[in-house]
């Protein structure tokens, strides 16, 4: 089986990229991108042992969700206020909170429900104009905003890196979102998760730091994740 294959060898090169850092394998995550396959990829995932699995659009996760509700759901897309409510109702993690108007509306929506659920922001590290996040000279005041926001347990930081043939080239992106964590971590809010890392790079992302990696294409044979 091809995918059987594929995670033996993902998690083999999460393994070996961990502990060529001094890490325990155990420690990172491993998000399966289901945003471009069906219910079966994800059953036939599923019984292979994963449990963590990522979309990045409402609409087409839904069927997958309903499907797999024991299944541990990550929202990994840019997140529209006016889906806010099913998102924190189906989703265990939001890696994607990028702006305090959708900080606001998680808040409200949280008191609304009565429900208290889990995020990561999310970092423009690489400053790229097509990516969301925020500036990183943003994130201490954001962070000092949330922290009046008891319905968003921040779990930690993520950041997409640019495409680049050679992922050397964007260790310092992930070095960087590593760095800002250890600068903003507190007592009060620890940021225990670094999401950073997909196929291409996932291997330097987890030698700078990740706690997660989100990885598509490598274990489904698909071109984006």
């Not at 797999?68 to 929202?75: D, G, I, Q, S, T």
Request: hydrophobic share 40%.
């Amino acid at each position: 089986m091809m995918l059987e294959q594929n995670l033996q060898r993902v998690r083999k090169e999460i393994a070996a990229a961990a502990r060529r850092s001094g890490r325990d394998p155990g420690d990172v995550r491993l998000v399966a991108v289901t945003k471009t396959v069906g219910v079966e990829s994800v059953r036939q995932a599923a019984a292979l042992g994963l449990k963590d699995f990522g979309e990045n659009r409402l609409q087409e996760a839904r069927e997958k969700v309903a499907a797999f509700p024991e299944l541990c759901w990550h929202f990994i897309g840019r997140l529209q206020s006016n889906k806010v409510k099913d998102v924190i109702t189906h989703f265990t993690l939001i890696h994607s909170l990028d702006r305090f108007s959708l900080a606001e509306e998680l808040q409200r929506c949280g008191d609304r429900l009565d429900l208290e659920f889990a995020a990561l922001v999310q970092v423009n590290v690489a400053g790229e104009d097509s990516k969301s996040g925020l500036d990183p000279s943003e994130l201490p005041d954001f962070l000092d905003a949330l922290r009046r926001m008891p319905r968003i347990k921040v779990e930690g930081l993520m950041t997409m890196a640019p495409w680049a043939d050679d992922p050397e080239e964007v260790r310092p992106v992930f070095r960087q979102l590593w760095e800002l964590r250890r600068k903003y971590r507190s007592p009060e809010m620890n940021l225990p998760h670094l999401s950073m890392g997909m196929t291409g790079d996932f291997a330097v992302a987890v030698e700078e730091g990740a706690t997660m990696v989100r990885i598509g294409s490598a274990l489904f044979g698909v071109r984006r994740g």
